[in-house]
């Protein structure tokens, strides 16, 4: 069974830095499109950035030029660093992923999430 976890969620400082990782596990036969989302609350989920498998970025507004996302396929790993954080970035994160299952076919799958809290 496919799984993601997400870790590196923390209490930070306004201004500081962190990064979460999302690694996928399970029978896994190929990773397409992943994507960080957050959701704060009282909020909807919103997409916060995604990556292509081939490594093509694409970012919400309110992040641009703050956070950076990436992914290692050999260790079917996604990251997210996040610099400059803001009090209003405080949210759940999740991790989402179009995966193809050994013998199943495509899916898209989610982590349970890990929380980034943004106080001093």
């Known amino acids: 069974q496919v799984q993601l976890v997400e870790s590196g969620g923390v209490l930070v400082q306004p201004g500081g830095s962190l990064r979460l990782s999302c690694t996928a596990s399970g029978r896994i036969f190929s990773i397409d499109a992943m994507g960080w989302y957050r959701q704060a609350p009282g909020k909807e989920r919103e997409l916060v950035a995604g990556?292509?498998?081939?490594?093509?970025?694409n970012y919400a507004d309110s992040v641009k030029g703050r956070f950076t996302i990436s992914r290692d396929n050999a260790k079917s790993t996604m990251y997210i660093q996040m610099n400059s954080l803001k009090p209003e970035d405080t949210a759940v994160y999740y991790c989402?992923?179009?995966?193809?299952?050994?013998?199943?076919?495509?899916?898209?799958?989610w982590g349970k999430g890990t929380l980034v809290t943004v106080s001093s």
């Open positions: 990556i292509t498998s081939g490594g093509s970025p």
């Open positions: 989402n992923a179009a995966i193809s299952e050994y013998g199943l076919g495509w899916g898209h799958y």
